[in-house]
């Protein structure tokens, strides 16, 4: 028996053929390969399609072509929907210290702060263990990071005053935040809902969360003057692509670029 989704997924193939065939008013079978592109051209230059609904319209098509008329044409190869790129939810500071004001779980607001001093990932502040902390060097080692990589970042001296105060209360063993039981990190569950709902708390109506922070942490560090090359660094980039979304153009970065553009051209 055939799946639901299989029999959705089949179902908007046989809608991408109509829709091929409403845009001409004639039978598919007796389109060209170049108006085939043209139509896909008008998808996505003068209808803005998705590139979810490009990609439908591409395999619905492609199936009747390839499959059932049994046409190779290039054409179908070159359509490539473009993944739209999404700008991230950037807090403010200050939008940062009263959503962690308003959490009282004494293991989920050091772990927040951490994910926001540091930089990181939901799960690489989860798995941070109490030997991750090199308060010698200030720097905090990031384990097994996405790609399996290892790599160090900064450690803030007020984040090293957060964790003090959190070690001399609760005194962690292996995990540096651990759950109730003490033998397993903190949950993502429980670090999720909490920061939802101190979020909701505090009447801030961005649609932010636990990643947030990290993006809020890169914009930060350049909005200070970091380069992008030492933020991919810190966050554990592969490729200077991911870490230049980071260059949007938040109220401080348009402000400073202004004042420089104006410094710059006013001799003009």
């Not at 829709?19 to 039978?27: D, I, K, Q």
């Not at 046409?71 to 190869?77: A, G, I």
Request: charged share 20%; with cysteine; glycine share 6%.
């Amino acid at each position: 028996m055939r799946s639901a989704s299989a029999g959705r997924r089949a179902k908007s193939y046989v809608d991408s053929v109509r829709g091929l065939a409403r845009y001409y008013g004639r039978s598919p079978e007796k389109l060209s390969e170049e108006e085939v592109r043209q139509f896909f051209l008008h998808l996505i230059t003068h209808r803005r399609a998705s590139s979810s609904t490009v990609r439908v319209y591409l395999c619905g098509i492609r199936l009747l072509y390839e499959t059932t008329l049994k046409r190779e044409w290039r054409v179908l190869d070159m359509v490539r929907p473009q993944a739209r790129v999404k700008l991230p939810v950037v807090l403010t500071l200050d939008e940062i210290r009263q959503v962690l004001a308003l959490i009282r779980h004494p293991v989920v607001r050091p772990c927040l702060s951490a994910i926001y001093s540091c930089g990181l990932r939901l799960s690489e502040g989860t798995l941070l263990q109490v030997t991750d902390i090199d308060s010698a060097r200030m720097l905090v080692r990031i384990r097994n990071g996405k790609g399996g990589r290892d790599r160090y970042v900064p450690l803030p001296e007020r984040l090293l005053e957060i964790m003090r105060s959190y070690w001399s209360g609760h005194r962690p063993g292996l995990w540096l935040f651990p759950d109730r039981s003490g033998e397993r990190p903190v949950s993502h569950c429980t670090m999720q809902k909490t920061f939802t709902a101190a979020l909701r708390q505090s009447g801030i109506t961005k649609h932010a969360s636990i990643h947030t922070l990290r993006h809020s942490y890169a914009t930060h560090l350049l909005e200070h003057g970091v380069s992008l090359r030492v933020i991919q660094d810190i966050l554990g980039h592969q490729s200077p692509q991911t870490t230049a979304i980071y260059t949007h153009m938040t109220p401080t970065i348009s402000s400073a670029l202004a004042t420089t553009v104006n410094r710059i051209m006013a001799a003009l």
